[in-house]
């Protein structure tokens, strides 16, 4: 079981921390559960204790920037676009400043919300 869930081994694009279901885990995600800290709340809660609480939190972190829908710029296919993927572009660039505006318009499409 990964997060209360069973895993069958498929990419079921579940992610509890996603919790309004927008395809994200950004800063709305994080206010829920910011909200829920230290509280009894099972559907913010990641582990199987009780209370949402630093486990929980650690959790959330790793989950951090995950995406439901795959970015031209998350270079290594980990549906989470960080600074591992601008890593990998920085390495590559030949200076084309067309590149660098499309992989900086898709890496911050990411963190964009309403």
Partial sequence: MIYKRIDIGADEWANPPDYNLDGFVNFIDYSMFAQAWLTEDSVINLDEELIVDENDLFMFAECWAWSAYRSKADLNSDNIVNFRDFAMF????????????EF???WLWVFTWD
């Fill in 104 to 106: 900086c318009k898709d």
């Fill in 90 to 101: 920085s390495q590559t660039w030949d200076s084309s400043m067309s590149k660098l505006f």
